[in-house]
């Protein structure tokens, strides 16, 4: 299915253990990001020819002790640009390969259940809690379609415990008036970004992490390989008008308000068109009728008439294509009188069909009856496909405010994202300016707690930041719209429990909708000249003539009946070399249609529930509802399950259950395995593409583990293949990642046992930071090679192609 959308980036973080198996039920299938250290994701969803990503992942920390990560997955689509966010600076490049850009962000499950040190997503290796900070391994909260919020922006357990958690040490959670400033209140007093945690000031959106002390980032790349489109790419985004203030109420509340302003633009996939032609070496059969039918006319004047119509075939209408004639001439009818002239040249030797422009009898060319499997000019066949991506700039303007209001014993969090966003496409829907139009319009949400006697709590529950970071968005859309409130009590010692937090939100946008249409066709090529094979015939009259016996509209005419009868009756089997070329052609249509979305979630310590409910506006109205639970235990053991129901199931969009474990054994210093095993069921996944039907490739059983050994990581997923139904090939992926350095990470895999019809064999990445100044610029190069296979050709040799696909990409911060 084939494509990628690319959205703005998901946002990603390193977190300091990482034990979740992430199995949410997909609502939308697209490309996820997978876990660190070369891990490949083979649980993803195949669309009708299967698609393959590479994603590398590089994050640059606040620490000289910070490393980075570097990713190798597979994923569905092309991506231009596209731009992956940590805390402090995780980037990805994609290179797209086979199939639709939709695939399921639930696909990455195991590989991210048991990644050691990375988020399903992607790394960053700066935790936001200050290193003092006793965590426990962080929840992820990868769902169905969401770009994945900041793991550490997601669930921090225990946050609470230490008041001061921040980039500092001395860095309050949020600022809070003294006592003597609260009795009066106090007005709006600006505060610098990096005085406060990222932890309360970074800010996802549309999947990307939007920190306080970043001002822009772009990336820019290229695509191309062996069979497929050489594309440019780029992403982008600037923040400006960043404004960060504090006050207190009289009535002892204080309030912490954040605005910023974000210019966003990146390319997003418009159309891919996957074109596979097969080429077979065959032997066309044809034949040549003649026959004619003379006798004395029925109404005795002595004339002599035709018994058979006269029917020629036309060989300068013959389609090159098929070989098949296009129009049969009648040149005479049943019962004509035959000239002298004509009957003198039928009576000669060979086949006549009269003379003076006279036409008689039958004389039928048909050189393409029937094709026989190979020719003396080729033993086997071969195959070839190439894959086109075409791409159009998307822009977006977002207004963020965030305003956190605290007394003493509960604080609330409103977040609001609001702007115009548009894809510069003619064909998009034009419901979707009108939303761009108004979006500016739509209402700031505020939040409320109560006034107090008592001065506010400076112990906030950094839970409520990580309950706003957990709203569920749908994945590679666009926001036009997002308003949500949040609330949790604050407790008042540090040693407390963490209390829980809720968080609920109404989400409005634009996501991408992928329609897929196919054409078949076949022709023949490169046809020699016709060899006869076997001819035989005869003519004469009276006693000698051959048998003919003619039937025309119900009445029998024979020979052997009519008076003075003269037959010509002759027949030719030939032969011609060729090729027999079939093409397949199946385009994928993006387009960007209103989706509605409330969501809402309880975060907790150690674990996260999540609901959720939308519709989804296209050629077909689909709606939607689901929840989802995930979270550890201290002793490293994980667990995740979610369904998600759909009305109007589509290929992409199908109800699907999930669930999985993973528990993390400790080696040593800086050495761990971790043991995974998952399942995604898809219900009702939609599986026909127009008039054919595909075997859909929702549903997967998967083994995972991975052993990490310092700076070393090695990894091993086998997916189980056939145990449900839609069910993936089974196949078994081997991985590994290097950590050279601070400025040199290098991963690459290899799957040495494959069942899928077409899967990635092998890949290597390389992402070099480049010392050149403040813009911090990585260089990321990734190669890979996908085998496709076509079962085989008429002769029974096996038909493949192999793929190679490389991405450059640059990408700056600042």
């Known amino acids: 299915m084939g494509l990628s959308t690319p959205a703005w980036g998901n946002v990603v973080a390193l977190p300091v253990e990482r034990k979740v198996p992430i199995q949410d039920p997909l609502d939308q299938t697209l490309p996820a990001p997978a876990p660190e250290a070369a891990v490949v994701s083979s649980t993803a969803a195949m669309p009708p020819e299967q698609t393959t990503t590479v994603v590398f992942s590089r994050s640059a920390s606040r620490s000289a002790a910070d490393s980075s990560a570097l990713v190798l997955t597979e994923s569905g689509g092309q991506s231009h640009g596209q731009t992956q966010s940590t805390v402090e600076r995780a980037d990805a490049a994609q290179v797209g390969g086979e199939a639709s850009p939709e695939r399921s962000a639930n696909q990455a499950v195991l590989a991210s259940a048991i990644a050691p040190t990375c988020s399903s997503a992607d790394c960053a290796e700066a935790p936001i809690a200050a290193p003092e900070v006793d965590r426990l391994t962080e929840v992820s909260t990868q769902a169905s379609d969401l770009a994945q919020p900041q793991p550490e922006l997601v669930a921090q357990p225990r946050f609470s415990r230490s008041p001061s958690i921040g980039s500092r040490p001395d860095a309050p959670a949020a600022p809070v008036a003294t006592p003597e400033n609260q009795r009066q209140g106090t007005p709006p007093t600006a505060i610098a970004p990096d005085a406060l945690s990222p932890v309360v000031t970074s800010i996802p959106v549309d999947g990307e992490l939007i920190e306080a002390e970043q001002t822009g980032r772009a990336a820019i790349g290229v695509q191309l390989g062996n069979d497929r489109s050489t594309n440019l790419g780029f992403s982008g985004r600037v923040v400006f008008d960043r404004t960060l203030e504090s006050s207190t109420t009289v009535g002892?509340?204080?309030?912490?308000?954040?605005?910023?302003?974000?210019?966003?633009?990146?390319?997003?996939?418009?159309?891919?068109?996957?074109?596979?032609?097969?080429?077979?070496?065959?032997?066309?059969?044809?034949?040549?009728?003649?026959?004619?039918?003379?006798?004395?006319?029925?109404?005795?004047?002595?004339?002599?008439?035709?018994?058979?119509?006269?029917?020629?075939?036309?060989?300068d209408r013959i389609d090159p294509d098929t070989l098949q004639p296009t129009q049969i001439d009648q040149t005479s009818n049943v019962g004509d009188v035959v000239s002298p002239a004509s009957l003198a040249a039928i009576q000669a030797?060979?086949?006549?069909?009269?003379?003076?422009?006279?036409?008689?009898?039958?004389?039928?060319?048909?050189?393409?009856?029937?094709?026989?499997?190979?020719?003396?000019?080729?033993?086997?066949?071969?195959?070839?496909?190439?894959?086109?991506?075409?791409?159009?700039?998307?822009?977006?303007?977002?207004?963020?405010?965030?305003?956190?209001?605290?007394?003493?014993?509960?604080?609330?969090?409103?977040?609001?994202?609001?702007?115009?966003?548009?894809?510069?496409?003619?064909?998009?829907?034009?419901?979707?300016?009108?939303?761009?139009?108004?979006?500016?319009l739509?209402?700031?949400?505020?939040?409320?707690?109560?006034?107090?006697?008592?001065?506010?709590?400076?112990?906030?529950?950094?839970?409520?930041?990580?309950?706003?970071?957990?709203?569920?968005?749908?994945?590679?859309?666009?926001?036009?719209?997002?308003?949500?409130?949040?609330?949790?009590?604050?407790?008042?010692?540090?040693?407390?429990?963490?209390?829980?937090?809720?968080?609920?939100?109404?989400?409005?946008?634009?996501?991408?909708?992928?329609?897929?249409?196919?054409?078949?066709?076949?022709?023949?090529?490169?046809?020699?000249?016709?060899?006869?094979?076997?001819?035989?015939?005869?003519?004469?009259?009276?006693?000698?003539?051959?048998?003919?016996?003619?039937?025309?509209?119900?009445?029998?005419?024979?020979?052997s009946s009519l008076s003075n009868a003269y037959t010509q009756n002759y027949f030719t089997l030939f032969a011609q070399e060729g090729d027999r070329l079939d093409r397949f052609v199946q385009s994928d249509r993006i387009s960007y249609h209103p989706h509605l979305s409330l969501t809402g979630n309880v975060t907790g310590e150690s674990s996260i529930f999540r609901?959720?409910?939308?519709?989804?506006?296209?050629?077909?109205?689909?709606?939607?509802?689901?929840?989802?639970?995930?979270?550890?235990?201290?002793?490293?053991?994980?667990?995740?399950?979610?369904?998600?129901?759909?009305?109007?199931?589509?290929?992409?969009?199908?109800?699907?259950?999930?669930?999985?474990?993973?528990?993390?054994?400790?080696?040593?210093?800086?050495?761990?395995?971790?043991?995974?095993?998952?399942?995604?069921?898809?219900?009702?996944?939609?599986?026909?593409?127009?008039?054919?039907?595909?075997?859909?490739?929702?549903?997967?059983?998967?083994?995972?583990?991975?052993?990490?050994?310092?700076?070393?990581?090695?990894?091993?997923?086998?997916?189980?293949?056939?145990?449900?139904?839609?069910?993936?090939?089974?196949?078994?992926?081997?991985?590994?990642?290097?950590?050279?350095?601070?400025?040199?990470?290098?991963?690459?895999?290899?799957?040495?046992?494959?069942?899928?019809?077409?899967?990635?064999?092998?890949?290597?990445?390389?992402?070099?930071?480049?010392?050149?100044?403040?813009?911090?610029?990585?260089?990321?190069?990734?190669?890979?090679?996908?085998?496709?296979?076509?079962?085989?050709?008429?002769?029974?040799?096996?038909?493949?192609?192999?793929?190679?696909?490389?991405?450059?990409?640059?990408?700056?911060?600042?």
């Open 252 to 315: 002892n509340v204080s309030v912490l308000r954040q605005s910023q302003r974000l210019l966003r633009g990146q390319t997003v996939l418009r159309q891919r068109q996957l074109s596979i032609s097969r080429q077979d070496p065959v032997t066309v059969l044809g034949q040549q009728i003649q026959t004619t039918l003379l006798a004395d006319c029925l109404d005795g004047s002595g004339a002599v008439c035709t018994f058979t119509p006269g029917l020629v075939t036309d060989r």
């Open 442 to 559: 739509l209402p700031e949400v505020q939040p409320f707690v109560p006034d107090s006697d008592a001065p506010s709590n400076p112990n906030l529950n950094q839970g409520l930041f990580f309950a706003a970071n957990n709203t569920r968005i749908p994945a590679n859309s666009l926001t036009l719209y997002q308003a949500g409130v949040g609330h949790s009590a604050t407790p008042a010692e540090t040693s407390q429990n963490a209390p829980w937090a809720n968080f609920n939100a109404v989400w409005l946008g634009l996501s991408p909708v992928t329609e897929r249409s196919y054409q078949a066709s076949r022709r023949f090529a490169n046809v020699g000249p016709p060899r006869t094979l076997f001819s035989a015939g005869g003519e004469g009259g009276s006693l000698n003539a051959p048998q003919v016996l003619s039937v025309v509209n119900g009445e029998t005419f024979a020979s």
């Open 611 to 814: 609901y959720y409910a939308g519709t989804l506006a296209g050629p077909t109205l689909q709606a939607y509802g689901g929840a989802n639970v995930q979270g550890q235990t201290t002793d490293g053991f994980a667990y995740q399950a979610g369904l998600i129901g759909y009305i109007n199931p589509s290929y992409d969009r199908y109800s699907n259950l999930s669930a999985g474990v993973s528990q993390r054994l400790p080696l040593g210093d800086r050495q761990n395995l971790t043991l995974g095993t998952g399942f995604n069921w898809a219900l009702d996944q939609n599986t026909t593409l127009q008039d054919i039907e595909q075997q859909g490739q929702g549903s997967d059983v998967t083994l995972q583990a991975r052993l990490e050994l310092g700076d070393f990581t090695l990894g091993a997923t086998q997916v189980v293949g056939d145990l449900l139904p839609n069910s993936q090939a089974s196949r078994t992926v081997l991985d590994a990642a290097f950590n050279l350095g601070p400025d040199l990470r290098l991963a690459g895999f290899w799957t040495p046992f494959n069942n899928a019809a077409s899967a990635p064999q092998y890949g290597l990445a390389a992402d070099i930071a480049l010392q050149m100044g403040s813009l911090s610029p990585h260089l990321v190069v990734s190669w890979q090679n996908t085998l496709y296979r076509y079962g085989a050709d008429l002769l029974g040799n096996a038909l493949s192609t192999r793929s190679n696909t490389v991405e450059v990409q640059l990408k700056l911060d600042w």
């Open 349 to 440: 030797p060979g086949f006549q069909g009269g003379a003076e422009g006279q036409a008689l009898g039958l004389d039928l060319y048909f050189p393409n009856t029937t094709t026989l499997a190979g020719n003396s000019r080729a033993a086997a066949g071969t195959a070839q496909r190439y894959e086109q991506f075409d791409t159009v700039p998307a822009i977006a303007y977002s207004e963020i405010f965030q305003t956190v209001v605290a007394n003493a014993n509960q604080a609330a969090l409103a977040r609001t994202i609001r702007g115009p966003a548009v894809v510069l496409d003619a064909d998009q829907p034009v419901i979707n300016l009108a939303l761009a139009a108004i979006a500016l």
